[in-house]
């Protein structure tokens, strides 16, 4: 009687030690990813079969994919129902592979398939790069699903912005692996596809100049550069100015009713001149804030980076190791600095950083509940539609809050004696 009592609970024993250890020993770092990835899957498969597709941009993607593939390489009359086209030419040869896929787009069930698995490469990338880096708890993962948004984004619209998140994601993978020339390739087949890529560039540079020394960064940046006129070749070629003035337009105007992170400012002053210049000017005093004080620190600081690399171009300058926590770090801050001053957020933008926000609120020294009622607020916030004040009031905070933390907790990754997590 006593041993069939006891075999039952020393089960249940082991089911609860290694329910423990999927989610606090690092070891098992894999295994609580892979089921977070199946899991996800198996609740985006529920959300398409339950939630209704909402029609916004995947129509004008289709309508202009057919004016290319008709021969229009006039980026100026490419356009389609809700506008023109007003992305690098990738945007128009993925969309080209899926107009044939889905029938000239009327096969939507196929699409949103595509998409989905789209979204469980993000994720899976995610979960990589949270493991190459290092310094977050197992279980953070599990916050990954939880974004109602996110999902929404991918299989529910469509949005175009998937595919240039999902290749930054592997570039950023890709370069925390010291992997940089597939990091450079995947960086620059996310950047044909949507410029906002370029919100990341500041932050690789300190890694590649770090890593690489001057040549080797000016090399990338060469890299960067000759892709996006080769991919765009067919159409600068004919039309250059149309094609950069559209693809690469920096003078953007957005409409203040699809704001996301402005809506407790008046419209005029969202509209104007001054507005655009004062966020321009906040963003590149923090870039260089950052650059001055956090990111070189344990280099002992940026003019010995600066002295060291340009004394031998051809050379790495004698720095600390780069690790990929760093490398992680540095990128995802460079963006989250890019998204805090950005002209206006638009709801699929939430994909360029929700899977970031977790592992930069390791990145402070806050409280943890502190840091998931920043998760949870950001979430909430990209979740209020159509905006309000309030819920811009609460996303600008946060943001505002999660840099700050950074700033005061660990702008160049853990120290590699808390490399394990709180």
């Not at 190459?132 to 984004?153: D, F, Q």
Request: glycine share 8%; with cysteine.
């Amino acid at each position: 009687m006593a041993a069939s009592y006891l075999a039952p609970k020393a089960a249940l024993q082991h089911v609860v030690q290694f329910a423990l250890s999927l989610l606090t020993d690092p070891r098992y770092f894999g295994i609580l990813a892979a089921f977070v990835v199946v899991g996800d899957a198996v609740l985006t498969q529920a959300i398409i079969r339950v939630v209704p597709y909402t029609e916004i941009d995947w129509e004008t993607y289709m309508f202009q994919t057919e004016l290319y593939l008709n021969g229009e390489r006039d980026y100026a009359l490419i356009s389609g129902p809700t506008g023109p086209i007003v992305y690098p030419a990738g945007h128009l040869y993925i969309h080209r592979f899926l107009y044939w896929l889905t029938e000239g787009g009327a096969r939507l069930e196929i699409a949103q398939q595509v998409y989905a698995q789209l979204y469980a490469a993000s994720v899976a990338l995610t979960c990589m790069t949270y493991h190459r880096a290092g310094g977050v708890p197992n279980w953070i993962v599990l916050l990954l699903p939880l974004s109602k948004r996110l999902h929404s984004i991918y299989v529910l619209r469509l949005f175009n912005d998937c595919w240039a998140v999902v290749f930054v994601q592997g570039a950023i993978l890709a370069y925390a692996k010291g992997r940089n020339a597939l990091g450079t390739v995947l960086f620059s087949c996310a950047l044909s596809v949507k410029m906002g890529v370029l919100l990341y560039l500041p932050g690789l540079l300190v890694v590649l100049f770090k890593q690489e020394g001057l040549f080797g960064t000016l090399g990338h940046i060469a890299a960067i550069a000759f892709s996006q006129l080769g991919i765009g070749l067919p159409f600068l070629t004919q039309f250059p100015r149309s094609y950069l003035s559209r693809s690469y337009e920096l003078s953007r105007i957005f409409l203040y009713k699809w704001t996301v992170n402005w809506r407790f400012v008046s419209e005029e002053t969202f509209l104007g001149s001054r507005w655009a210049s004062g966020l321009l000017l906040g963003h590149l005093t923090t870039l260089v804030a950052f650059g001055l004080f956090r990111w070189c620190r344990r280099d002992g600081g940026v003019w010995s980076v600066l002295s060291s690399g340009l004394r031998q171009p051809g050379r790495p300058p004698r720095t600390a190791t780069v690790t990929a926590d760093y490398v992680v770090t540095m990128l995802y801050t460079s963006n989250l600095i890019g998204i805090l001053f950005a002209r206006s957020l638009h709801y699929q933008f939430y994909s360029w950083y929700a899977q970031q926000i977790p592992f930069l609120a390791w990145r402070t020294k806050y409280p943890i509940l502190l840091r998931l009622l920043l998760i949870v607020g950001i979430e909430y916030a990209w979740n209020v539609f159509p905006s309000t004040s309030f819920s811009s009031s609460i996303l600008c905070a946060a943001n505002v809050a999660l840099l700050v933390g950074v700033w005061f907790g660990y702008p160049e990754g853990r120290p590699m004696r808390h490399s394990k997590s709180e």
